[in-house]
């Protein structure tokens, strides 16, 4: 914060320092990749293996830059940027899109692997105009006794272990997944990405715009009263659209997976068990969603630790119920995403009680009042989705034809979600009005666009204030 120029060296001495740690560990992921792909798969054939092998080598071209284009995403919302951050996933998904549908065709498996590279680079490239118009200027800075660069380090070795935890989970239910019955670990990756949506959607988009907030907040404020409104304001707002997508993917999850892997190409009993699987992660999107501003506001109050002590917690709480599921009760791959759920929601209620024993109990006209309005009309809801959902297949349209899906699928929405938000507004739920708010500015799209761009270069601060990012 002290001028533009030591900004941009912490920026510069921190890529520089993970651009030799990405390339040491590549080297190595590289060349031990068969044992690494044979202890995560061990129940995969030796071609199956090879296969893996060479995905994984190739995806690490992707990785490179996915760190480079994080750090870039880090700067900008740092600055209070947060339309190009916003972008950039969607062109990562058009890629892998891209891949799917265009080079698959050509080059059979490896299309999608492609379209994730392409993603990645796409990534990376829409951000960086707007970084280099802040200032930015990359040259190597290996000046290990900067006090910035130091901080950092220390507070990474923790966060660097969350993410090593949170892989540990993922890798432990590749592995039960792969000892069931074929396509048991293909229906729990396609059921997971579905749930990922409207978790990277509210819980990741709204954490990361909070974080430099938070962090603003507690470096200009003695007080933690503005802390506390800020996370609350976030809190709620990612609770009034993750509990009603819940409901959504709980009720909807058989027209939804239809139409997001092909009613005709995507087996019936492999789509009754992959809603089967999503319906059990439903109940979770709200945990997995708050987690993202739970764990960024104690990175605002630069507590690394205490997310991957109970980050560790999770992890042993999702393998312990894991085993016990799966070779205790002998339950197939549905359990895997049940003792997921378990996990998430233990950890979301520990981050959230630790968090308010530091900052501040919140009154229960403040929190749990809103909250409980939330769960009524998401209940509500849900019954307002199933009832058109079950008229319509029943009675008006043909669920084998995917126009018919497409159909079914947009007006029970309609239904379910106009009813969400007449009982938001029966009741006051606060939200709505921010819900509104919002939609009446991109309904001036002219005038926004204006704000946006006046915003993006003449906004620029000559100082930009450059925090750690997630």
Known sequence: KKDSKQSWDLVNGVISFSVIGFIILAILIYFFSHQLCKLLAPNFTPQQIDLMVTLTRFMLLAQFFFMISNFFTGVLQSNKRFLVPAIAPVLYNLGIILGILWLSPIFGIYGPTIGVVIGSILHLLVQYPLVRKLGFGFHFNFDSKNIGIRKIGKLMIPRTGALAVNQIELNVAVILASAMSAGSLSIFNFAEHLNAVPVGLFGLTIGQAALPMLSQEVDDSKSNQKFRQLFLTSFKHILYFALPASALLLVLRIPLVRIAFGAKAFPWEATLLTGKVLAVFSLSIAAQAIIQLLVRA?????????????????????????????????????????????????????????????????????????????????????????????????????????????????????????????????????????????????????????????????????????????
């Not at 997310?307 to 085993?323: A, D, Y």
């Open 298 to 470: 104690f990175y605002a109050l630069q507590d690394t630790v205490t997310p991957l002590k109970l980050g560790i917690v999770s992890v042993l709480v999702n393998v312990g119920l894991s085993f016990l599921f799966t070779k205790g009760f002998g339950w197939q791959i549905s359990s895997l995403a049940l003792a997921i759920t378990i996990a998430s929601i233990i950890q979301a209620i520990l981050l959230f009680f630790i968090l308010e024993n530091r900052i501040g109990r919140f009154s229960k006209q403040e929190c749990f009042t809103p909250i409980a309005k939330m769960l009524f009309a998401s209940f509500f809801t849900g019954v307002f989705l199933w009832l058109p959902m079950r008229f319509l297949d029943k009675y008006v349209l043909n669920t084998s034809k995917v126009l018919d899906l497409i159909i079914l699928t947009i007006i029970a929405s309609i239904s379910g979600f106009g009813v969400y938000f007449i009982l938001s507004r029966l009741m006051h739920i606060e939200e709505l009005g921010h819900f509104m708010g919002i939609f009446k500015r991109f309904g001036n799209w002219q005038k926004l666009l204006g704000q946006s761009d006046e915003m993006l270069t003449d906004g620029a601060s000559p100082e930009p204030a450059i925090t750690s990012q997630d």
